[in-house]
């Protein structure tokens, strides 16, 4: 019997809290909203932190788009989406005939120029060091036939002091006969003299002609060089490798797909961070084709690439904190901040200019696929201004109005707003500091005999970029 009266009690005093609220809202309430006592709002300066909505689409930050860099026949397709992969990982390969007969040919070519220079340098060396031979062999014969020389002129000295003292004709004849000695000897010495001058002036030819000719030689070496490491990066154009650890977000090959010759691997690692994403960001969003296979980090961190107007982009600048809203994941925020603007404008329309954006991100999500639309607010500097409640601005035809009290009553006042956050909005003019308003303007013309015409809230200005050809995870 006790337990009866519990829950009996229990069950008035929930009739008595609804007869109450209903006493309050029929009543009370209504009659305050007839009698012109509506919740009102008194206008002052105070801090905002305004934003501006733009919408963008999510791509992962640090991926990698991969190319075929020749023609060809795919030959294999080793990964699929979703595939985990390690850095050097083979993940597909084309077949071309071409590239190999090319690499040979490079090969071949470079080794018969390495031929030629060492066959130069070597023919070059040893008649130098046959000349240099001659020339020391010419200067030994030149000092033995000076020796030579100085002797027979000294015998000849002698027999001419002697000739005073001795009779007959000996020591004439002996004289000479050794000056026809010395005669033969001195023709000798001016023959060796005449090779020699001969044999140096070869020999400086012959270096001059080395130079030239080598330069020439390692010129093709060089030449041979390049176009065998060209036809080695050919050849590994033939395969695709993984250049980090991730995971594959898009496979665009089939086996036995003929494959045209395309453009080199978009390479991340060359650039700063801003032109690594723009470059991934517009490759992905504006390829007339599919042939590439795209690898990301396993946690990679999401970016977008929004488009601003020209008033918004003299209001934005990098570092300011921005959140995302993603259409398929409305319980998920993301939360970063603005990497990098690029002021030069977008090509578009003559009649309206435009700027891109690097919003990165730091939180991720699993569900997150790779090209999901978002809405991204941008939150700038906070503001000091004169600023009222979102609710209590009325907008007819995209003009601003609030309802502003003027001698004891509510009239419809015209105002110029500015920038909004969550709460407020800032009031240009048309309103004064101390001004008391209506708080919440439906609540106001849902119980007037006014028009409740007009939306209370700006209508949304979008700034929508390119959207992507595809969306893959």
């Known amino acids: 019997m006790k337990r009866f009266s519990s829950k009996t009690a229990l069950w008035m005093l929930i009739g008595i809290l609804l007869i109450?609220?209903?006493?309050?809202?029929?009543?009370?309430?209504?009659?305050?909203?007839?009698?012109?006592?509506?919740?009102?709002?008194?206008?002052?300066?105070?801090?905002?932190k305004p934003y501006i909505s733009v919408s963008g689409d999510i791509y992962p930050k640090d991926a990698k788009k991969l190319y075929f860099t020749t023609s060809g026949e795919v030959k294999?397709?080793?990964?699929?989406?979703?595939?985990?992969?390690?850095?050097?990982?083979?993940?597909?390969?084309?077949?071309?005939?071409?590239?190999?007969?090319?690499l040979k040919i490079a090969e071949i070519n470079l080794n018969s120029a390495k031929t030629r220079y060492n066959q130069t340098k070597e023919s070059y060396e040893t008649q130098i060091s046959q000349l240099e031979q001659k020339i020391k062999s010419i200067d030994s014969q030149l000092k033995k036939?000076?020796?030579?020389?100085?002797?027979?002129?000294?015998?000849?000295?002698?027999?001419?002091?002697?000739?005073?003292?001795?009779?007959?004709?000996?020591?004439?004849?002996?004289?000479?006969?050794?000056?026809?000695?010395?005669?033969?000897?001195?023709?000798?010495?001016?023959?060796?003299?005449?090779?020699?001058?001969?044999?140096?002036?070869?020999?400086?030819?012959?270096?001059?002609?080395?130079k030239s000719d080598l330069l020439l030689a390692s010129y093709q070496v060089e030449q041979a060089k390049?176009?065998?490491?060209?036809?080695?990066?050919?050849?590994?154009?033939?395969?695709?490798?993984?250049?980090?650890?991730?995971?594959?977000?898009?496979?665009?090959?089939?086996?036995?797909?003929?494959i045209g010759q395309g453009s080199s691997s978009t390479s991340l690692s060359d650039s700063s961070y801003t032109q690594q994403i723009s470059k991934l960001s517009s490759s992905l969003?504006?390829?007339s084709e599919d042939n590439f296979i795209v690898v990301a980090p396993e946690d990679w961190k999401p970016y977008a690439r929004?488009?601003?107007?020209?008033?918004?982009?003299?209001?934005?600048?990098?570092?300011?904190?921005a959140e995302a809203f993603l259409d398929a994941l409305p319980n998920l925020i993301l939360k970063g901040k603005v990497e990098s603007i690029n002021y030069y404008p977008e090509s578009g329309s003559s009649n309206s200019v435009s700027y891109s954006a690097i919003v990165t991100f730091e939180n991720s999500d699993k569900n997150i696929v790779s090209g999901m639309s978002a809405i991204i607010?941008?939150?700038?500097?906070?503001?000091?201004?004169?600023?009222?409640?979102?609710?209590?601005?009325?907008y007819i035809n995209g003009v601003p109005f609030v309802y502003v009290k003027r001698n004891n009553k509510f009239v419809q006042q015209r105002v110029e707003t500015g920038e909004s956050d969550d709460r407020f909005t800032v009031i240009k003019s048309g309103l004064n500091n101390g001004d008391v308003i209506v708080k919440d303007v439906s609540e106001y013309l849902s119980n007037t005999s006014i028009s409740n015409s007009g939306q209370s809230r700006p209508p949304f200005r979008s700034n929508t970029g390119p959207r992507p050809f595809r969306t893959f995870r």
């Open 145 to 210: 036939i000076d020796n030579q020389i100085a002797s027979v002129k000294e015998e000849i000295k002698d027999l001419q002091d002697a000739l005073p003292t001795t009779t007959g004709e000996s020591p004439l004849k002996q004289i000479s006969e050794l000056t026809k000695t010395l005669t033969s000897l001195n023709n000798q010495k001016e023959s060796l003299l005449n090779s020699k001058k001969e044999a140096e002036s070869t020999l400086d030819s012959l270096k001059k002609r080395k």
């Open 377 to 394: 607010r941008i939150f700038l500097d906070q503001i000091k201004s004169i600023a009222v409640p979102i609710t209590s601005v009325r």
């Open 20 to 48: 109450a609220s209903f006493f309050y809202y029929f009543f009370i309430r209504q009659r305050a909203l007839k009698t012109g006592e509506f919740e009102t709002y008194t206008v002052k300066v105070q801090k905002i």
């Open 285 to 287: 969003q504006n390829s």
């Open 306 to 321: 929004v488009v601003l107007d020209q008033i918004d982009v003299i209001k934005v600048k990098p570092g300011l904190k």
């Open 226 to 258: 390049l176009s065998y490491d060209q036809a080695i990066e050919t050849q590994k154009g033939t395969s695709l490798y993984s250049p980090i650890d991730g995971v594959v977000l898009f496979v665009g090959y089939e086996v036995g797909e003929e």
């Open 76 to 102: 294999e397709v080793l990964v699929k989406p979703g595939d985990k992969v390690k850095k050097g990982q083979l993940l597909a390969s084309i077949q071309s005939k071409d590239t190999g007969n090319s």
